[in-house]
């Protein structure tokens, strides 16, 4: 495997996701979630644009907990459809790498005269305006990072989910303690990239007709999944929420039709599980995301981590096809053609 800068930032996930937990600014934040717990937001807002507001997904879900409304949305329907959203006692929370974005920029400037209560930044650019216009800027630690998203978007989905532990009352130091301890798994798995690249070639098969599936917190992975594969392979494969399948999209399982199916956590993976073998009954071949091995269906294996943690390594095998779909087109992934790393034009 020829080693590019986007396999090189790949293969530095887990040291940037280190550093990214170990730097967590949990003091200032704490400070915020005071605020939170003595209900003085109205209503809380997640956006952020591609793979930054992917990262907030397994977030969004646990914000939901609390008493006080969540809304999570991108950054472009904001500012064109939706700027009714801001009112004075909004908790804005924005993710965006580079902290510059032309959705963020916008949005940003029709704000400006009519403030949040609180604007939370998350971006991997300090000096960025993002970071700038915030309350609080908390940063990626992330490093540089060539072209696609690979290690911001697994340190946003980690810093993200503290934040949402931490103004939760959750218990966010246990769950710093499981992101930690994915390091070695996470490491195992890139260490060796190449073999597990090939396992996606043997359980894939002939791909056709492709979808990415999942639900709950796997959303995250399954919608960054998505992009990357159309940004880094030029590959067009969509995602979608296992019970989305159910209503109306079943209808395209044959022969031709690749499942590849996350099997999330303990709260519905027997609903998963349902469909993944009922799809395979009728024809299609599926892919089982998991930490263990089917007696049924082709498995390729994620390192077993708790159900907290999971949004860190379910992004794996979506990046591995990556390799694999540009293995199989003879590109070279993960190389810009027509955009740049910062999008400018909406």
């Known amino acids: 495997m020829k080693i590019n800068s ?4 790949m293969l530095a996930q887990p040291a940037a996701l ?3 937990i170990e730097n967590y600014q949990s003091a200032e934040v704490q400070l915020l979630a005071n605020r939170f717990a003595a209900g003085e937001f109205s209503r809380v807002i997640l956006t952020g644009m591609g793979s930054s507001h992917n990262s907030h997904y397994p977030a ?3 914000m939901t907990n609390a008493a006080t409304p969540t809304i999570y949305m991108n950054t472009a329907e904001l500012l064109h459809y939706a700027p009714g959203l801001m009112q004075p006692g909004t908790l804005l929370w924005i993710n965006s790498q580079s ?9 940003l400037e029709t704000v400006k005269n009519k403030r949040p209560a609180f604007q939370l930044s998350l971006t991997n650019q300090p000096a960025s305006i993002l970071a700038h216009s915030a309350d609080l800027a908390l940063v990626m630690h992330a490093g540089e990072e060539a072209t696609v ?3 911001t978007y697994l340190n946003s989905v980690a810093i993200s989910l503290l934040v949402a532990y931490q103004l939760n009352g959750l218990d966010w130091q246990k769950l710093r303690d499981e992101m930690l301890a994915t390091i070695a798994p996470m490491t195992a798995f890139f260490n060796d990239l190449e073999a597990q690249v090939e396992k996606l070639n043997t359980v894939s098969g002939k791909l056709e007709k492709t979808l990415f599936l999942g639900r709950g917190p796997s959303m995250g992975a399954i919608a960054n999944g998505s992009l990357i594969n159309t940004e880094a392979a030029k590959t067009m494969m969509t995602g ?11 209808e395209m399982v044959d022969e031709h039709l690749t499942l590849f199916i996350l099997e999330g956590t303990a709260k519905t ?7 993944a073998i009922e799809a395979h009954q009728k024809g299609a071949r599926v892919i089982w995301l998991a930490g263990k091995p089917d007696p049924v269906l082709p498995t390729f294996l994620l390192p077993d981590v708790p159900d907290s943690v999971k949004p860190l390594i379910e992004i794996l ?3 591995g096809m990556t390799l694999l779909n540009s293995q199989r087109t003879g590109i070279e992934p993960g190389v810009f053609r027509h955009i740049a790393k910062v999008t400018e034009t909406e």
């Open 18 to 20: 280190k550093k990214a």
């Open 149 to 151: 998203s690979t290690k």
């Open 269 to 275: 993976v027997s609903q998963n599980h349902e469909l």
């Open 99 to 107: 902290g510059k974005s032309v959705e963020i920029v916008r949005y």
């Open 240 to 250: 979608m929420n296992v019970s989305d399948f159910r209503h109306g999209p079943f």
């Open 60 to 62: 969004s879900l646990v």
């Open 317 to 319: 095998p979506f990046q």
């Open 6 to 9: 986007y396999i090189q930032d």
